[in-house]
Every structure is written in structure tokens, then in C-alpha cells.
């Protein structure tokens, strides 16, 4: 039998324990290595996103960077699971067992948008690199001006194909941390989802529209195998 606990709490007991809750503005997304000769690949992902011109150093710095600090808001993920029901295995009661762990498979990432549309194009040139458009002349590879004008990219004749998922798929995470983190008097931890076997399944439409201005964000849809919880004491001194 369970037994309530303490009861009664005094004022700095309450204080205490509420000054410390996690606030939801503090997380950073971290996307993880691009495949590169996977599959005995001689044009990978990697490959395909610097020939884009989106891969590398952009302005003031990295461009996988500015990405992941462009991410203003996600959801940190849940799971579920599938389950077996039966009935009358014990007299007059029924009873659930769990079966298949569901752990989401999707989540969605909002980004702000730079004024190089390079987050647009980086999603974009990983979705062709999935599927890439195929022809006469082959492969319709990208250049930092876009699908390659030189592969015929127009014909009414080219077809889409897909590649092998080892090709595309990366991880990501996502890191939830306190504001507090950082400053040489604390100690402080942070709290990390690391998805596996992660590609972009959508891009969500953008709307445009004269009137007053507003910033540009787009959604992706991101699709994922799994994920694991990873507990990180960091120690600032």
C-alpha cells in the first residue's frame, strides 16, 4: 500500500523547490556528421550540400552554426506504447501488457529564416540528394545557383529515384538546458535527445504576403528510427 508522504511544507521548503523548475526557452538543436562514403557512396550527402555552396563557412561563420542557433522552437519528444489487451485470463478482470514501443517518429523543427534563404535550400538540397531528379545526361546534380542548368533539370522526361536510406540518414539532438548554465559559480545539467537514423520528411509551405513585415520561418518535419536520453553534469569552473 502506498502511504501519503510529507504533508504539510513550510514556506522556504515551497520556494525552494519551485525556483528551481525548467523553463522552456533554454534548448539548442545539434545536427551530427553527414554520411559521407557510406555505401560505397562516390557522391554523398556531404558532397552534395558543398556543392550546393551550402556546406562551410558562410559570412561570420559556420553555416551549420547559424542553423542550429536559427531553430526557435521544437518539442522535446514523447513515447507510447502498443499493447496487448486480455480478457478472463483472470477471473473477472482484464488486463493491458505493453507490446511495441512507439517512440514518435516525427517531430517538427521551426526555423528562422537568413537572408541567403540558405535554411530553405539546405532542406531542400537534402530532399534532392533523397530523390534525385534523374535523365537523359544523368543525376541532375545542384551548384550554388541551384539544380544544374547543364543536367537539362526542365525535360519533361526526367523521373525522380530514390537512394538507399544509409546515404541520408544523420543524427541530431536536442539539448534542454537552464539559463544558468555557463556562469563559473554553478553547477549545472543539461538533458539531451539524440535522434537516430534522422532525414526531413516535409517542408512546410512559407506564406508571403505584402502588408506588414514579419520575419520568415519555415517548418521541417523531421523523420527518426529512435531516440536515447543522455544526462550531461557539466562543471563550469
Known amino acids: 500500500m502506498t502511504n501519503p508522504r ?3 511544507y513550510s514556506i522556504n521548503d515551497v520556494k525552494n523547490i519551485f525556483s528551481r523548475v525548467s523553463l522552456t526557452t533554454d534548448f539548442k538543436v545539434t545536427f551530427g556528421d553527414f554520411p559521407n562514403n557510406t555505401n560505397n557512396a562516390t557522391y554523398t550527402l556531404k558532397n552534395h550540400l558543398s556543392d550546393a555552396g551550402i556546406l562551410g563557412i558562410d559570412g561570420d ?3 551549420i552554426e547559424k542553423l542550429e ?5 521544437t518539442s522535446l519528444p514523447g513515447s507510447t506504447f502498443d499493447v496487448y489487451q486480455t480478457i478472463g485470463d483472470r477471473q473477472g478482470q482484464s488486463e493491458i501488457f505493453p507490446t511495441l514501443r512507439d517512440f514518435g517518429r516525427q517531430i517538427t523543427l521551426n526555423f528562422y529564416v537568413d537572408d541567403k534563404h540558405k535554411v530553405i535550400r539546405f ?3 537534402w530532399i534532392n ?3 534525385p531528379l534523374v535523365g537523359s545526361k544523368g543525376i541532375v546534380d545542384s551548384t550554388n545557383r541551384g539544380q544544374n542548368k547543364n543536367k537539362n533539370p526542365l525535360s519533361a522526361n ?3 529515384r530514390l537512394r538507399y536510406p544509409i546515404t541520408y540518414r544523420t543524427d541530431f539532438m536536442i539539448t534542454k538546458f537552464e539559463r544558468d548554465i ?4 554553478s553547477i549545472s545539467d543539461y538533458f539531451s535527445y539524440q535522434f537516430i537514423g534522422a532525414f526531413p520528411l516535409a517542408v512546410a509551405p512559407m506564406r508571403v504576403s505584402y502588408g506588414t513585415s514579419d520575419k520568415l520561418t519555415v517548418s521541417v518535419t523531421m523523420a527518426y528510427q529512435r531516440y536515447i ?3 550531461n553534469p557539466s562543471s563550469f569552473s
Do not use: A, D, H, R
Open 158 to 160: 526526367n523521373v525522380n
Open 123 to 125: 532542406f531542400e538540397e
Open 61 to 63: 561563420g559556420q553555416f
Open 129 to 131: 540528394y533523397m530523390s
Open 69 to 73: 542557433l536559427l531553430c526557435f522552437q
Open 6 to 8: 510529507k504533508l504539510k
Open 229 to 231: 536520453t543522455i544526462n
Open 182 to 185: 555557463g556562469y563559473k559559480s
